[in-house]
Structures are given as C-alpha cells and as structure tokens.
C-alpha cells in the first residue's frame, strides 16, 4: 500500500488478513463459547437422559418454562450489567409485584389492563430509584440496590401482612371462602399451541425480543454499552449518563414486574417471600451467557443462551432424580466452569 | 602500582548513587538515551528538562517500577538490580509522588509503620509504635498527634509524614517529583527548611521541578535532559537561567508541521473569566483566570507546564468539569453556558483529550461505534439506529482521515495509537464543530499521522473553525498556531505571536519568568 492518498475502498484493506482469522475468530467470540456450555448441557441431557424423560418434548417445554421467570429477570440484569452495574434487588422486586398484583387482581378486583400496567409502574418506579441514588449520588450499585432489595422485601411483607395473598377471602362474618382464581392469572399460566408452549415462556421471548431491540436497535443501547466500556468517555462524547443509568434500572425493575406477574399467576397467589435469591440467579445466567461484569460486553443473545443453560442443567439434575442438595453444589461447578470458559475473551 | 587497581575508587565526594548510560525504549520510541546520573550525599540535584524529557522514565528506573533497557545503577558503589519497588526501597530509595501514597482514613503512626509495626508474639505492641512514630515525625520537624488520621491533614503535612515515613524507612536517596504543585509558599518554605534539613543528615536528593526560583534556591547541581538525553551537568552557581533554558528548549525541530496563512476572521469565542477549584478541598484553584478570544478560522495555541492547569481550561470550556469550573463566555457574541458536554457539543464545541485510552475512546467498541458516539442524535433524531448510514458516514470520514484498519467492525483496541487518535477525531468531525479544543493531539502518534493531523487543522480553520490547541511540542505550536497563550500556576502568563516567539520565550515564561527582559 502506497503512503499517497488511498481511496476509501482500499483504505481499509491496509492490514493483512488471514484466511483463518475469521473462524478463529468465531471460535474465540462469547457467542461460540456461550454456545459451546449449553451443548455440553445438552449432551449431558443425552447421556443421563433420566430413562428417556430427556427425549420427550413436554420436558422441553418444561425446561423452557421453569427457566422463563429467571430468563426474564436475566434480561432486565443484562441492561444494568452491561453498564458495569449490578441489581441485587430484582428478586425482591418480583416478590412485591406479586403481592401486589395478587391483591389488585384478586381483592380489588381490578381488571388486567389496571392492574399488569400498575404492577409494571411499581417496579420500574423501583428500579428508576435505584438507578437516580447510583446515578446522582455516585453510590456504588452493590450497595444501593441491597438496600433496594431490603425495602421491596419489606414493603411486600407490610403490604401482604406477611401472609401470602392467596384466593381465599375472609368474610365479615369470619368464614373463608375461596374467591375464583383471576382470569389473567389463568391465562399466563396457560399453554397454546396444542398445550406445546406455555405462555410464560412466550412472553420470556417476548422479553428477549424488546431487550434485542433496546440494545442492538436504539441509540440508547448503543449508550449503555459506552458507559460500560468508558464511563468518562461517552459522557465526553454528549451520552447522558445519569439519564441512561436511571434507564437501565428502571428496566431491570420493569422486567422484574413481568417476572412478578408470570411467578403471581404460576403460584395463583401472591407470595411476599417469592423470589428469594431469584437475582444470584439472574446474575449466574447473565455471567454464564458471556456478559462482562466489567461492562461494555456483551448482549441479550448471550442472556438467553445463558437462560437455557442453567434452565436446561436445572431440568436434567431433576429428572435424573438429582438430590436438591447436589443439584446446587453441581450448578456451582457449572457456573465457574463455564465463566472460565468465557474469560479467554476478555 | 599493581596494587593499585584491586583499591577501592577514591572520589572526593562520597557518590551515593550513580546511574550509568541508562536506556529505554517504549516500543520505537527511544525515551532514554545512555543517561548517567550522579547523587553526593548531602546533594540536592535538581532534574530538569521540558514535558517528555524523559525525567519521570528516570526516576520510574530508579524507583523500580520499570526496568532499564541498558545500564546500570549503582549505591555507594555497589551494583544494585531492581526488580520490583520494593528491591528499590530496600536498598534506600523513596520517591515522593504528587499523588501520595498514604492511606488517608488510617493513622499517621499506622501509615509510618505500615508493614513494619512493632509487634510482640504478633500483637502490635502500640506504645513502641506511638514512640517510634513521634521520632519519625521529628525528623522532618512535624509536631502532631501520630494517632490523628492522615486524611486530615493538609496536603503539606503529609508530604512531610510521606517524607518521614521514608527516612523511618533507612531512605537516603529521596526523589522528589514536582512536590510544591499543590502548596502554598509558606508550605514551600516549609518544605525547602526540611529538605536542608535531609541534606544535613547526609541524604540526596533528586528534586524535578519545572520553577525556576525553585531550582535556584535548592540546587546544588543541576541536570538537564532533553529528548531523553542528558545535554549537562553543571554545579547551580555555574548555570545560569538563560543557559539552563536554552539547553532545555535547544533541540532539533524534527517533522516540520505544514504552514499556512494566518486569518483575521471575526471574534468566534470569547472567554471573558475561566476559574477552575482544585478536585480536593483546601488546594489551590487549577485554574485562578484564563481569559481568551479566538477568532473565526484561528488556532490558538495554548500551552504551560505540568499542573499550569492548560487541560483544565478545555475541560471547563467544554463543560466537561461540572461545578468545578465557573466560566464566562460568548460564542459568536451571544452568552453561551456549556454545563454539560452534551450542552457543549450542541453549541458545536469539540474536545480532544490528551489521553484517548482514558477519556477519548470506548475500547470495548468497533470503528463506527466509536466514529459515531458523539453524533447519535444528529445520525439517528429517532433514536432508532440507522446502521448503514452510520458505517457510509464513517467510511467517508475514514477515508478523509486516511485510517488505516482491516475492517470498520474492528474494536478500537487493535488500532496502532495514531489510527486510534484518527477515530477520536473521526467522531468530533462526525458532529461538525465550530470550536475545537485539541489537548495534545499529537501525543503518542507517529510522524505520518502527526502531518495528517496538522494538514486536518489546517483544513477545519479554512473552514472558519476555530482552534485552541494546547500542546508541549513547542516547535511545532510555534509553527502551526496563529497565536500562542502560555499559562503559569493557573494564570495567563504571557501572548506571544506565532511567528514572532521562540522556544525558549514559551519555556520562560512557562516557567514564571517575566515575559520582557
């Protein structure tokens, strides 16, 4: 290449390129390695395949199901830990939702098209709070959202009583008697397609696919993975920090609403203590998927090849009858192997 | 005679430390260049040399933190090898930072004694560490409670525990590197008593300052290096101001920066007050006033020594400092007030920083993300991306810029360092500026790149943009700026016409000296 002035076609072609560079490449993305641990699930879903119970498609369905109130929680995770922040509260969070929703739904009455949006008021009202302490006052994300995670846990306590919010309702003259069961808490808990796919995970889709679209689509993504990548040099370039910080939080929360909403319907109650520790495991799921906890790296893909991963390694410890004592001692190996996995590209 | 040889050397003065032909290399760049230094005990050697001389290479050599190429170090005239600062200290070397290393919500006993306390079957046995900590800090002539938090303190002050804390250490060569940047003058008279103090107890020291009255008034002997090279050694009384300056400034001018006609546009930004307060309580503001006026089509050159406060400026300038700077200004001859950035980039300001790895460029991204950050709003008014604009318009600009990369979804970070300063510029001219502040845009790019960059500047001015540029290449700001503004402690210390000044009128009065003699 001449030093005199190139056309633009050729500028580019400067470097020397390799035949091979691309699959290496390849080989070496979070994507291949993400990929790579969910195949080595699979394959050990096909050599303990608990008598066959692997190789029907109800146990995928299920698989896919159980993992959804996780895989949603993971996606609104991905927002904030791409910014290299971190939500402890999201958990907490979907506890409260589902108190909350339980109790619109059930004893207020209120129809769904009040009660879902409220719901998803509330949480992203949550997560925006965490979001303007870390953002304003430069607290560190572990500690705020900690402090998030206690007081939605405690406002879902004062809110439920401390019981769980349940379609049995107490009359004036002290008998139960047992309310019916909403009918948006019987459509999300419901099957379509032939009884083949369970609302539940559609709407886990469904997340994935906005997620998608905020990050990869929208110049807000583009300004999440900046601050992640270079706090001071995207807020050098005009990218509104505080604002976008606040956003990828109040995300997390609204995210966490849905998983509050699908976990109410699930469950036909509300339960305060519901998702205890849910957010370690969104945050397993977002690290196993590739996304860094430095930030700047990573994507929603990884998320949910993160979400089958752990929900598929969940799936096949049960139906091989795996103690839950051993299950979780195995699903910590998993978590360091495959994060070991991925550290090659960082 | 034969037994002569087998004898110790006989100086007349004790060398207590002496650095012979040292070398260093950061990739191609040679930063040193078989540099000899010398040390007496009881010598105050002042290092001097402009920004980039290599003084801090030096010193980072000596200290341990980074390993000489060639050459070699010796203590009181035994061969010494550092691999790590801690072989450094151990032989007797401190070297006393800007930024301290003191853990601020500790003790000053616990800091003196850091690693060291006196213990007892692994009890810290307190009242020996309280006594020793009073002796140290007696040494240095500080009267103070040892259990008082260091954090506390003021910035002088614990300097001075810094200082006691080496000499508690068996320091006798102490390297001292700007340490009156942020202290006031009866702190630096403080500190000059106690460094006479040092000296009588038999210490070197190695004192870098960029203050001329500072190296009179400590100096025994001074050396001057330039280019990564040593150019003298003298004894203080037998250098003089004028010729320590011109053995700072009197280098080569290598890559000529293209020349072109000067404009006389219309007043474009006018500065009237630019006062910047320091990042900690109780020092001095960075900036006391910088008032300018560039015009449309002009490049401003601006320029100082470390801690003038030169970079403080662009960034108030730019809003990039928040409530720290208070500015007053007009673009065009209307109020402007940058409070953000993103309000900057809006009225058409750009900044360059000096440090692209730092604050210019997200390396976790490709070329266009890079290319297009600052420009979002403007490519994308939706805020839906549009992708294939963003990759056209990063390739035409590119190509302008002659950027040299295999592909435009490259990351940032596989770039050689002018491509990478390439793409930072890619990304202002992507928002289409009016005013531009350059921080040392040429730092760390080669020569090619270098040229291409002047030959941008050059380009934009014709345009009508107007430039500041701040930059300690003195020969190429004296050729490519219209005018040149020198700072001095945070203040405008003197204006001088591009064609009309020199080096070393730029080094004095960067230095404090008065402009006219």
Redesign the interface.
């Known amino acids: 290449m001449s030093?005199g002035?190139?056309?633009?076609s050729e500028?580019?072609?400067?470097?020397p390129?390799s035949t091979t560079a691309p699959l290496r490449a390849l080989l070496a993305s979070p994507t291949a390695t993400a990929l790579l641990a969910l195949c080595f699930v699979l394959a050990l879903g096909f050599l303990f395949s608990g008598d066959g119970a692997f190789h029907k498609w109800t146990t995928h369905r299920d698989a896919l199901r159980q993992a959804s109130v996780y895989g949603i929680l993971a996606c609104g995770m991905t927002f904030v830990i791409i910014t290299a922040g971190i939500d402890l509260s999201v958990g907490s969070v979907l506890g409260l939702v589902a108190v909350t929703f339980s109790t619109l739904s059930i004893h207020e009455a209120w129809p769904p098209w009040l009660a879902v949006p409220a719901c998803l008021a509330l949480g992203g009202a949550c997560g925006a709070a965490s979001g303007l302490v870390v953002a304003k006052w430069r607290i560190q994300p572990f500690i705020v959202t900690l402090a998030m995670m206690v007081f939605a846990r405690g406002l879902a306590k004062t809110l439920s009583g401390g019981m769980k919010v349940s379609t049995a309702v107490q009359q004036a003259d002290g008998s139960w008697t047992a309310a019916p069961v909403p009918g948006i808490f019987r459509l999300i808990d419901s099957r379509l397609l032939g009884d083949n796919v369970s609302v539940v995970s559609l709407i886990f889709l469904s997340c994935i696919v906005l997620s998608w679209i905020i990050l990869?689509?929208?110049?807000?993504?583009?300004?999440l993975?900046?601050i992640?990548?270079?706090e001071?040099?995207?807020?050098?370039?005009?990218?509104?920090v505080a604002a976008m910080k606040v956003m990828a939080y109040a995300l997390a929360g609204v995210f966490a609403a849905v998983a509050g909403l699908c976990q109410a319907a699930q469950e036909q109650q509300g339960d305060p203590e519901a998702g205890l520790g849910y957010e370690l495991t969104a945050i397993a799921i977002v690290v196993i998927g590739g996304t860094s906890l430095m930030g700047?790296?990573g994507g929603i893909g990884l998320t949910l090849l993160g979400t089958l991963t752990i929900g598929y390694l969940d799936k096949i410890l049960s139906v091989n009858a795996v103690p839950e004592a051993s299950r979780l001692m195995l699903t910590a190996v998993i978590i360091i192997a495959a994060v070991l996995l991925q550290r090659r590209n960082h | 005679m034969i037994f002569m040889a087998a004898s110790p050397p006989c100086t007349p003065t004790p060398s207590l430390l002496r650095m012979s032909r040292i070398s260093r290399a950061f990739g191609a760049q040679q930063v040193l260049r078989e540099v000899d230094l010398e040390l007496a005990a009881g010598e105050v050697h002042v290092l001097a040399g402009e920004n980039g001389a290599g003084k801090s290479t030096l010193m980072r050599i000596l200290g341990g933190a980074l390993a000489a190429d060639e050459g070699t170090i010796a203590i009181e005239g035994r061969p010494v090898r550092f691999r790590r600062p801690r072989d450094a200290r151990q032989h007797g070397i401190a070297i006393i930072h800007q930024e301290l290393s003191l853990v601020g919500p500790m003790s000053v006993a616990d800091n003196l004694l850091l690693g060291h306390e006196p213990s007892r079957a692994g009890w810290i046995d307190r009242r020996a560490a309280l006594g020793r900590a009073r002796g140290a800090l007696e040494r240095v002539g500080l009267r103070l409670d040892p259990r008082r938090p260091v954090g506390s303190l003021p910035i002088s002050s614990q300097q001075l525990v810094e200082i006691a804390k080496a000499l508690s250490l068996g320091a006798r060569i102490i390297v001292m590197d700007e340490p009156t940047s942020a202290l006031s003058e009866p702190e630096v008279r403080r500190l000059f008593a106690r460094i006479a103090d040092l000296k009588s107890q038999g210490c070197g020291v190695i004192y870098i300052t960029h203050r001329l009255e500072e190296i009179y008034a400590l100096a025994d002997r001074i050396s001057v290096l330039r280019d990564g090279g040593l150019v003298a050694t003298r004894a203080a009384h037998e250098l003089p101001a004028g010729e320590l300056v011109r053995l700072m400034v009197g280098r080569s001018i290598g890559e000529q920066a293209p020349r072109r006609p000067s404009s006389e546009g219309e007043v474009l930004l006018c500065v009237r007050r630019c006062r910047v307060r320091a990042g900690a309580a109780g020092r001095r503001p960075v900036v006391e006033d910088a008032p300018l006026e560039v015009r449309r089509g002009e490049i401003l050159g601006l320029t100082g020594l470390e801690g003038a406060g030169v970079s403080e400026v662009l960034w108030a300038l730019?809003g990039?400092l928040g409530r720290r700077a208070e500015v007053e200004m007009e673009i065009d001859g209307r109020p402007a007030r940058p409070t953000s950035?993103?309000a900057?980039?809006?009225m058409g300001i750009a900044?360059v920083?000096n440090d692209r790895r730092?604050?210019?460029?997200?390396?976790?991204?490709d070329v266009v993300?890079n290319a297009t950050?600052?420009a979002?709003?403007r490519l994308?008014p939706l805020?839906?991306?549009r992708r294939r604009e963003e990759v056209a318009q990063t390739?035409?600009i590119?190509?302008q810029l002659?950027?040299?990369?295999?592909?435009?979804r490259q990351c940032v970070s596989t770039l050689s360092g002018g491509n990478q300063q390439k793409i930072v510029l890619a990304?202002w001219m992507a928002t289409d500026p009016r005013i531009l502040l350059l921080d040392e845009p040429t730092r760390g790019v080669d020569v090619?790149a270098k040229h291409e960059i002047y030959l941008l500047m050059n380009e934009w001015s014709a345009r009508g943009c107007s430039i500041i540029l701040s930059s300690s290449e003195w020969p190429e700001l004296l050729q490519v700026s219209d005018r040149i503004m020198v700072m001095h402690r945070g203040r405008v210390a003197a204006l001088f016409r591009g064609g009309q000044a020199t080096a070393a009128d730029l080094l004095r009065a960067a230095m404090g000296h008065a402009a006219d003699e």
């Open positions: 030093e002035r190139t056309e633009e500028a580019f072609a400067a470097a390129r990869s689509r929208l110049r807000w993504g583009r300004y993975y900046a992640g990548g270079n001071e040099a995207a807020r050098l370039s005009g990218v509104p700047g790296r | 730019f990039a950035p993103r900057a980039i809006e900044l920083t730092r604050s210019g460029l997200v390396l976790s991204m993300e950050l600052a979002l709003p994308n805020g839906w991306l390739a035409r590119a190509g002659r950027l040299r990369c295999a592909s435009l990304k090619g």
